[in-house]
Structure formats: C-alpha cells, structure tokens
C-alpha cells in the first residue's frame, strides 16, 4: 500500500536483525517513520492506535536490544503492539490488521515467531513469562524473558500473583511497567531517569552484593543497611510495593526518552534475578489529537490523518445499540430504585456507563481489570440490601466464573447480569468473542437467563432481570438489533414463557435471541412456524412439546456454541418426557470464528438465512423428511 510519507529507514528493516544492525544514532529519527507509518496505515484500516504511538520507543529498545525471537517478548494485552508487528516483518499487511483474513488484532502465534504468546485479555503476560524463564532455566537455556504490562493491566489480581511467584523463585526475569495513567508515578526528569541508570550500572550492583556479604554476618547492621536502602528509595520512587515481591525496581524513566531507555535495559540485561523496570509513557505520544483524548484514539475506525477524528455531521435518528438500550435502561430504573448500583470491571464506555456515571456517581463502581472482583463485590453488596447490576462482556464473565458459581449462585443472591458482547464480537476475534455464557450458565441452579430478539425485549428483559430475587442473566450482542422501537413502558415479563411469532407447518424454528431475524427470514421460504424462545433458563418445556406434537422437525437456533446450549436443553425437554422426535441444533460452530467484521463472522459461521436454509435441506435430504414435509 502507498503512503504519502517517505520512510527510508523503516523501509531498509524487514526484521528485529535488520533493525540491530543500525548505529543507534538512526533510532530516533526510525521512531518518527514509525510514528508517521503507524498514522497512515490505521487512519486507513482503524484499530488500536493510542497506545502503540506510546509504547513507541521501548518497542524499538527492546528489538535492539535483546536477541528477539530467541529471547521472549511477552506483551500484555496487545493493544500497544502494532509496532512489535511492524519491525517483526508484518509492515506491508499491518493495513489488514483486524480485518477478515487480515493480521490479528493481538500477538498470536501461530501468526509469527515473534509473538512468543497470544493475548487479547488484560493480565496474563507477567505469568505467561515468568513460565518462559522458568522453562529456560529448566532447560539450561540462556535466553532473556521480558513481560511488559501497561499500568491497566497491574490492576488484576492476576498480575499480583504472578509477581509474588516470581519473586519467591529468585529468576530472571525482566517486567516493565509502561505507566500512562496511574497516580503511583511520582517525578519524571532528569534526575530520576538518571537515579535509575545508576541502580541498574554495574558499580552500584556490584557495591550492593560485596555488601550483602559482608554485612549478612552482621544481621543488625545489614537489617539497617536495608532498610536504609528502602527509604532512600522510597524517596526518590514508588518502588517499595515491587521491592517486597522480591524485584528489583528501577524507575521511573521517561519512557519517550530513547537513550535513557537503552542505557537503562542494557544494564538490566546484565543482572540477575527478577527486575522490575518502570517507565512513563503518553499514550498518543507524537500525535496531537491522540494525546489530548488517548481514550478517543484508543480503538478507532478509519480517519483522516491530517484532520483526526470528526464528527460525520450527520443527522437523524439512529438505530441505538444493545448497549445504548442498557444505558438508558440502567439510568431509567436507578431513578425508579434508590438500591440500584451499577458495576464494570473498566468497561465504562463499552458497556454503556458513561450516563449512569455523570448522573449516579455514588452508585457508580469501576473496580477496574479485576472481574472476578466485579462479582464477588456485587454479592456482597447484594447480601446487605443493593441491587447490583454488573455490566460486562460475555469474554469477560469467563474470568469471574467461579465466583459467579461460589458467591452469587450458591448463596441465590439479586445480581442482574447485564452481559454484552454476546456472540460474535467483530475486529477483536476469538479472544473476545462471546461463544460460551450460555453453556457455562445454563448448568447453574437458581440462574435465570434471558435472550433478547430485539432492542424492546431488551429492556424489557433488564426490568425483569432486576426484579427478581435470585441471580439473573441477559445475553445480548455488539451493535444493533433488528431496529423495534423501545418502549419507554417498563413491563415484566412471565418467566419462562416463549411466544409464537410466525404459524407455518411441517417446521418449527425455535430462536434465541438475535438469531430470530433469520429464522423469520428463512421461515417465509420454508413455510415455517418461529418461536422466539426468549428464555433459556427456565425454559418453556409446554411450547416445545407442543412444537413436537404438531411439526414434523424442530430446528433450534442461537449464537452460541451448540455444545450445551440452548438447543441441549430442548433436547434434555425432549428426553425427560420420552419422546424420540426428529431434531437438530444450529448454532455456533466447533471451532474458533476469527477476526473480522460482525457480519464477515456470521457469514463464516453461517449464522443467517442462507445459512440455515442450506442446513435445514441438508438434513431433510439426509433423513428423508422433506420428501413427508412435502406431502403433509
């Protein structure tokens, strides 16, 4: 793809061994190609953009630096990688990125040797690489570990454990902390920058060991001597929290400062045991507009370069979200219920918070990268008298399963689950997608799960969800629905009760969710009865075996794997009351649905009309049916 930019440097490197053999004077000016290519290439395909501007110049240090790929970089997330991909041989496909058979979104690695572990969840990379080192160490390998992990990411338990671990072990391994947003970074200049070139030098080293040994047989005067260290650190940076898992911190440098950061991870490199490097970063650096709002640039459709990212100008009325419904649902029903609290592990803007936050701030809780948190924090707030409500994503809910089991379900304690991203996601992929909920909470006693078909029944499903007094669930996915006007009326639905929306013979479809659109789509050709099931726990066991009785095939569909889901529990209907029917189950299919838009998913997966046409006729072929469909 041409570029109105001229990058003579980045064009010379086509990979990590390219790039080391350039004299580090070329680095900073192969930061500012970058800059510009990393600009032009997402302003035209979108993703992620902020971080990767500021996680810029240690991308480039670390690639200098260490013998990558034999020696392990580990990314957290990987939102701030773009440009890991870039010097990793992937710059002439990064204008694919996130899209249909284009390049991931995340490191992931069957894509490149380079991507040493495949992320899309916050957390994980400081364990991920802390079994690295110690596989290197069992294996008597020489190669260097690096985790680095952004400021977000340091919020989740998970990292914490991971930390404890490592430093209990004693072994080498290197973790930077990118800091663009936490209150733990004090002063960032010259003076620290150059502090922390001196703790990672080789004379303060080598005068910190010759020291330990002499004073460890004076236990007083090396206890002293200790904690002598600590307070001058203390001081000068807010290392002591990593000091006590057992690293050696080293920070905060800026983070932008290309010699500072070379200088500094060279160093490092030379010592053993567990360090901890901390560096400040801006997300958006070198891009205006990315800078004063990182979170607006964060993850972007494609823009102009030169202009940012403008309003359309467009009028008229738009089709809400699923979770534009939510979000006014949530703000209509706090005003209604003072017990209501509404509750996101960092998923304001996705989930649909950012009202509810200006309005109810005191009833607001963002517990950060921490979902299994979010739950057991809303069973707690459930068994004193709230009314909480937990807004995540389906991908999100597999993190905070156990205490969706132990502390919600156990104890049958009021917590509304509003879960977004149900199904297919779009340009994140199989990290991300929404695959599973129904399957992991079909099988739990006390769960009521409801599945909306459209914008209305959303609302009207949350109203219901909220009113019981036993856990509940209401599944529903990225974007829009089918267009129903939502009703500002909030009215209960009766539990368990499914509807008939089309009468048809031979067949009947029974739909949850959103997948009821195709299969009116597809009734109208095959002549078919819908029923929108709407409820999968407890299901409507008197509509299906009224279905039985009067179709010849019963066809379920869902977006969800058909693995234990929605249509299982038509067949366990089926079974409990001996009936031997002809059957089948659509919906997602056993395998991984990558990257792409929505819709390119659901194509792949052959969740729409087309899709289920052919399936239907494949079977009535198979079995026979049609031919007695045709003659009844």
């Known amino acids: 793809m041409d570029y109105p930019i001229k990058t003579p440097i980045l064009d010379s490197i086509n990979s990590p061994a390219d790039l080391r053999k350039l004299p580090e004077s070329k680095l900073i000016p192969l930061a500012k190609e970058l800059r510009e290519f990393l600009l032009y290439s997402v302003a035209r395909s979108g993703g992620h953009f902020a971080a990767s501007l500021g996680a810029m110049?240690?991308?480039?240090?670390?690639?200098?630096?260490?013998?990558?790929?034999?020696?392990?970089?580990?990314?957290?997330?990987?939102?701030?990688?773009?440009?890991?991909?870039?010097?990793?041989?992937?710059?002439?496909r990064l204008h694919t990125i996130r899209q249909w058979q284009g390049l991931a979104p995340f490191p992931k690695r069957d894509e490149s040797e380079?991507?040493?572990?495949?992320?899309?969840?916050?957390?994980?990379?400081?364990?991920?690489?802390?079994?690295?080192?110690?596989?290197?160490?069992?294996?008597?390998?020489?190669?260097?570990?690096?985790?680095?992990?952004?400021?977000?990411?340091?919020?989740?338990?998970?990292?914490?454990?991971?930390?404890?671990?490592?430093?209990?072990?004693?072994?080498?391994?290197?973790?930077?902390?990118?800091?663009?947003?936490?209150?733990?970074?004090?002063?960032?200049?010259?003076?620290?920058?150059?502090?922390?070139?001196l703790l990672s030098g080789k004379i303060y080293t080598t005068m910190k060991k010759g020291s330990k040994k002499v004073l460890s047989k004076m236990p007083n005067a090396w206890e002293l001597a200790r904690r002598a260290e600590e307070h001058v650190k203390g001081l000068i940076m807010p290392g002591t929290l990593f000091e006590e898992f057992g690293f050696n911190y080293i920070g905060p440098i800026d983070g932008h400062d290309l010699p500072t950061l070379l200088a500094t991870i060279r160093n490092i490199n030379k010592l053993d045991g567990p360090q901890?490097?901390?560096?400040?970063?801006?997300?958006?650096?070198?891009?205006?507009?990315a800078e004063e709002d990182p979170v607006k640039y964060h993850g972007v459709t494609p823009f102009d370069p030169v202009k940012g990212i403008v309003s359309s100008g467009k009028t008229g009325v738009k089709k809400p979200t699923f979770s534009d419904v939510f979000g006014e649902w949530v703000c209509d029903m706090a005003a209604k219920d003072k017990h209501l609290v509404a509750i996101t592990p960092a998923m304001r803007e996705g989930s649909g918070l950012v009202r509810f936050e200006k309005e109810?701030?005191?009833?607001?809780?963002?517990?950060?990268?921490?979902?299994?948190?979010?739950?057991?924090?809303?069973?707690?707030?459930?068994?004193d008298g709230l009314k909480p409500v937990v807004a995540i994503y389906s991908t999100f809910l597999q993190r905070g399963y156990d205490q969706l089991v132990h502390d919600v379900v156990v104890q049958n304690l009021p917590v509304l689950f509003a879960i977004d991203r149900a199904g297919v996601v779009g340009a994140d992929g199989p990290t991300h997608n929404g695959s599973f909920d129904i399957s992991f909470m079909r099988c739990l006693p006390n769960m009521v799960i409801m599945a909306p078909a459209d914008e209305n029944e959303c609302r009207q499903m949350l109203y219901?969800?909220?009113?019981?007094?036993?856990?509940?669930?209401?599944?529903?996915?990225?974007?829009?629905?089918?267009?129903?006007?939502?009703?500002?009326?909030?009215?209960?639905?009766?539990?368990?009760?499914?509807?008939?929306?089309?009468?048809?013979?031979?067949?009947?479809?029974?739909?949850?969710?959103?997948?009821?659109?195709?299969?009116?789509?597809?009734?109208?050709?095959?002549?078919?009865?819908?029923?929108?099931?709407?409820?999968?726990?407890?299901?409507?066991?008197?509509?299906?075996?009224?279905?039985?009785?009067?179709?010849?095939?019963?066809?379920?569909?869902e977006e969800n794997v058909v693995q234990g889901g929605a249509g299982s529990a038509v067949n366990e209907v089926l079974a409990a009351h001996g009936i031997t029917h002809p059957i089948i189950n659509y919906g997602l299919p056993d395998r991984l649905i990558q990257h792409g838009t929505r819709e390119d998913m659901l194509k792949d997966a052959k969740l729409d009309k087309a899709g289920l046409l052919e399936f239907i006729q494949q079977y009535n072929e198979k079995t026979g049916l049609d031919k007695k469909i045709r003659s009844a």
């Open 464 to 557: 219901t969800g909220f009113l019981l007094n036993q856990p509940a669930a209401v599944r529903y996915p990225r974007g829009t629905g089918m267009g129903v006007e939502v009703k500002k009326v909030m009215a209960a639905l009766p539990i368990g009760k499914a509807e008939i929306r089309r009468v048809g013979k031979g067949i009947a479809i029974l739909s949850f969710g959103v997948m009821l659109e195709p299969a009116l789509q597809a009734a109208e050709e095959l002549n078919a009865t819908v029923v929108n099931m709407r409820f999968v726990k407890p299901i409507d066991e008197a509509m299906i075996l009224e279905m039985a009785a009067t179709h010849d095939l019963l066809v379920t569909i």
């Open 276 to 289: 901890f490097l901390h560096i400040i970063t801006r997300k958006g650096k070198g891009y205006a507009p």
């Open 114 to 197: 380079y991507d040493t572990f495949g992320v899309g969840h916050s957390s994980t990379s400081i364990s991920a690489a802390l079994g690295m080192a110690i596989a290197a160490r069992q294996t008597g390998s020489k190669r260097k570990t690096v985790a680095i992990i952004g400021d977000g990411g340091l919020t989740a338990g998970m990292a914490f454990e991971a930390l404890n671990h490592a430093g209990d072990l004693g072994i080498n391994l290197l973790v930077i902390l990118n800091d663009n947003n936490m209150s733990i970074s004090p002063n960032v200049g010259a003076l620290s920058n150059r502090f922390a070139q």
């Open 57 to 92: 110049e240690l991308t480039i240090a670390l690639h200098y630096i260490f013998n990558t790929p034999d020696d392990r970089l580990v990314w957290d997330v990987g939102h701030q990688a773009y440009v890991h991909k870039i010097l990793t041989g992937r710059k002439d």
């Open 360 to 383: 109810y701030p005191d009833r607001y809780f963002d517990v950060a990268i921490a979902e299994q948190h979010s739950v057991a924090v809303a069973a707690g707030m459930a068994c």
